[in-house]
């Protein structure tokens, strides 16, 4: 009776160590890029030594994510979404998504109402953390990469330094940008000056952190996509996504 009592033991423990390791396998294969070592999950190396492009795209996800999902994957390279909350089945299969094929789902405001986010620091807080909490039930990853709405230069606060100690004090990585496409200023421009816009910055500096923005408005932003990442690599840049070793672009910082 006692070495069939033992049997048993042995093979309930076995059976723990093995779900043990399931599980953990599991998370591992939804882990964001930021929250693995280097850039994309690798680490750092004299192949991403060069000049490196950041793409993002803010404010999604909308019903262009799909599609720039699927031109990101065609070109095998990795961005960062900056998403909303949005509550419709299609935006939670598209939280999913980003991260399952390795892209890093950043942080940018539950509510994206300007003079709601903003009425105080006790407003900014609870909303950044019920966006946390709703992308970590939808995905089992915790983000903490974030872009303020406006980004950190934005006119609707005075003073951006309570709130820039805030996201501090969680921990989170904040990041603006150094080129950008001009999307959401106006939705009529072509595929290709979008393009220009970027490639005109880009080819300025060695390391651009790139911003766009999934909207349903935005369209010519997926539409130019596929022939900006094309250009981008045959003109030697690293096409990469945001990770918690990349040398953050702030607009205003309090680091000194």
């Given at each position: 009776?006692?070495?069939?009592?033992?049997?048993?033991m042995?093979?309930?423990?076995?059976?723990?160590?093995?779900?043990?390791?399931?599980?953990?396998?599991?998370?591992?294969?939804?882990?964001?890029?930021?929250?693995?070592?280097?850039?994309?999950?690798?680490?750092?190396?004299?192949?991403?030594?060069?000049k490196?492009v950041?793409?993002?795209?803010?404010?999604?996800?909308?019903?262009?994510?799909?599609?720039?999902?699927?031109?990101?994957k065609?070109?095998?390279?990795?961005a960062?979404?900056?998403?909303?909350?949005?509550?419709?089945?299609?935006?939670?299969?598209?939280?999913?998504?980003?991260?399952?094929?390795?892209?890093?789902?950043?942080?940018?405001?539950?509510?994206?109402?300007?003079?709601?986010?903003?009425?105080?620091?006790?407003?900014?807080?609870?909303?950044?953390?019920?966006?946390?909490?709703?992308?970590?039930?939808m995905?089992?990853?915790?983000p903490?990469?974030?872009r303020?709405?406006?980004?950190?230069?934005?006119?609707c606060?005075?003073?951006?330094?309570?709130?820039?100690?805030?996201?501090?004090?969680?921990?989170?990585?904040?990041?603006?940008?150094?080129?950008?496409?001009?999307?959401?200023?106006?939705?009529?421009v072509?595929?290709?000056?979008?393009?220009?816009n970027?490639?005109?910055?880009?080819?300025?500096?060695?390391?651009s952190v790139?911003?766009?923005?999934?909207?349903h408005e935005?369209?010519?932003?997926?539409?130019?996509?596929?022939?900006?990442?094309?250009?981008?690599?045959?003109?030697?840049?690293?096409?990469?996504?945001?990770?918690?070793?990349?040398?953050?672009?702030?607009?205003?910082?309090?680091?000194?």
């Amino acid at each position: 009776m006692k070495k069939k009592i033992l049997g048993y033991m042995v093979i309930l423990l076995l059976m723990a160590g093995f779900s043990m390791q399931i599980n953990s396998q599991r998370v591992d294969q939804l882990k964001i890029a930021s929250q693995q070592e280097g850039e994309g999950g690798l680490l750092e190396s004299s192949a991403v030594q060069g000049k490196k492009v950041y793409l993002t795209f803010d404010d999604g996800p909308s019903d262009q994510t799909g599609k720039i999902l699927d031109i990101l994957k065609k070109n095998n390279v990795k961005a960062t979404f900056f998403v909303i909350g949005k509550k419709t089945e299609t935006a939670k299969k598209m939280y999913r998504r980003i991260v399952l094929e390795g892209h890093t789902l950043g942080m940018h405001s539950y509510s994206h109402n300007y003079d709601q986010i903003y009425s105080s620091v006790d407003a900014f807080g609870k909303d950044l953390k019920k966006l946390e909490k709703y992308l970590y039930d939808m995905t089992e990853v915790k983000p903490f990469i974030y872009r303020f709405p406006g980004g950190s230069s934005n006119s609707c606060v005075q003073d951006i330094t309570p709130y820039i100690q805030f996201v501090k004090k969680q921990g989170w990585l904040y990041f603006d940008w150094n080129a950008l496409s001009g999307d959401a200023l106006d939705f009529n421009v072509s595929a290709d000056q979008l393009n220009a816009n970027i490639l005109k910055d880009v080819r300025k500096q060695k390391v651009s952190v790139v911003l766009m923005h999934d909207l349903h408005e935005a369209g010519n932003t997926a539409e130019g996509l596929d022939s900006l990442i094309k250009t981008l690599k045959k003109e030697g840049y690293q096409v990469l996504p945001i990770t918690k070793n990349t040398k953050q672009i702030q607009h205003v910082s309090i680091d000194k």
